[in-house]
């Protein structure tokens, strides 16, 4: 069921479902409060709750330090999987994870792209249903 890649300023994207795309960000680029802007409207309009996110680190990127903030602070995402292909793409994911100790951040990290949307699918299950 997945959908054509659409292109945002810095990054592709491709809707695999209602709930869930996956995000591949441009190489070498810096990502900045006001593509996470774009970003986020892009969510909003296209998902629905829970909003289930595969980031694909094929490239090489990095963020500003408010862009790593409002990433891992945003409550519209329910879960993010992360595809890693080298340690350091994994270290500096870990330590992104831990910039707000105050929030829990619903992310994992995966080596390979189908074990990282088989745990999506299992958080949507767990995603909790309104009355």
Request: net charge negative.
């Amino acid at each position: 069921m997945a959908g054509a890649w659409q292109r945002l300023c810095f990054a592709d994207i491709q809707l695999i479902d209602d709930n869930t795309l996956e995000i591949v960000a441009d190489e070498y680029v810096e990502l900045s409060s006001a593509m996470l802007d774009e970003y986020f409207d892009f969510l909003r309009a296209h998902l629905q709750p829970p909003r289930l996110i595969l980031a694909n680190k094929r490239h090489a990127y990095t963020y500003t330090f408010e862009a790593q903030r409002r990433l891992v602070e945003n409550e519209e995402i329910f879960a993010t999987a992360v595809v890693v292909y080298t340690p350091m793409q994994s270290a500096t994911t870990q330590a992104l994870s831990k910039m707000t100790p105050h929030v829990e951040w619903n992310m994992r990290l995966f080596e390979q792209r189908d074990a990282a949307l088989a745990w999506l699918h299992q958080q949507r299950d767990r995603y909790p249903q309104s009355a």
